[in-house]
């Protein structure tokens, strides 16, 4: 699969995941690795998938050296990226990356897990989406869970993941498709 937004079906009522948009960047035979880009952290805590109280950002969680300034960044919110390793942090942006430093999409958005990429993108005021944890699936996995029905996808479009409010994405997804929530009812491909 290319790299794709997946879209939590309706029906998904897995905790983690449900109403959720994933920026899925690599996905072969050994797994898939993606990032939640619609989950505050603030939201992940009142749907009780990160610990309480937790609503941060990027202000608490990026360390700068003396000299270096967050600007308005400064109080641009983190998003809950998914369940594994949340506390390491994943940049989405569209601004350029550097060779070695991470992912380049074809669509324009770009991939990395640098901090110097991360201080490089906030001085040159793009857009960012910076996401703390990941959603990492094992070989086959994602591929019987979108059989399943618990996925649906569309290109990983930059106006999808930096357009609008995260509040809005999910539902913003589903209407790349032509479709509604309510118009969707997912079941497994064998049914």
Same mark, same amino acid.
């Given at each position: ?6 879209? !939590? ?6 905790? @983690? @995941? ?6 899925? =960047?690599?996905?072969? #035979? *050994? ?12 939201? !992940?805590?009142? /749907? ?11 202000? *608490?969680?990026?360390?700068?050296? #003396?000299?270096?300034?967050? %600007?308005?960044? &400064?109080?641009?919110?983190?998003? =809950? %990226? ?10 989405? $942006? ?8 991470? =992912? +380049? ?6 991939? $990395? ?12 005021? &793009?857009? /960012?989406?910076?996401?703390? %944890?990941? !959603?990492? =699936? ?14 649906? @996808? $569309?290109? !990983?479009?930059?106006?999808? +993941?930096f357009g609008g409010e995260a509040a809005d994405c999910w539902e913003r997804a589903i209407a790349t498709l032509g479709l509604t929530p309510e118009w969707v009812l997912m079941s497994p491909a064998d049914a």
């Open positions: 699969m290319e790299p794709q937004l997946l879209i !939590a079906s309706p029906q998904m009522k897995d905790p @983690f @995941f449900e109403r959720t948009v994933v920026l899925v =960047w690599h996905h072969d #035979e *050994d797994g898939a690795i993606g990032v939640v880009v619609n989950r505050p952290l603030s939201e !992940a805590s009142a /749907l009780g998938v990160m610990p309480e109280g937790v609503g941060i950002s990027i202000g *608490d969680v990026l360390v700068v050296e #003396e000299g270096q300034e967050l %600007g308005e960044y &400064a109080s641009h919110p983190v998003n =809950w %990226g998914g369940p594994v390793d949340t506390d390491s942090g994943t940049l989405i $942006t569209t601004a350029p990356i550097e060779d070695g430093e991470g =992912w +380049v999409l074809p669509t324009g958005l770009a991939i $990395t897990r640098s901090h110097d990429a991360l201080l490089r993108v906030v001085r040159d005021g &793009a857009s /960012l989406r910076l996401c703390l %944890g990941y !959603a990492g =699936w094992g070989p086959g996995q994602l591929d019987r869970e979108i059989a399943e029905g618990s996925w649906l @996808f $569309t290109e !990983a479009r930059p106006d999808l +993941v």
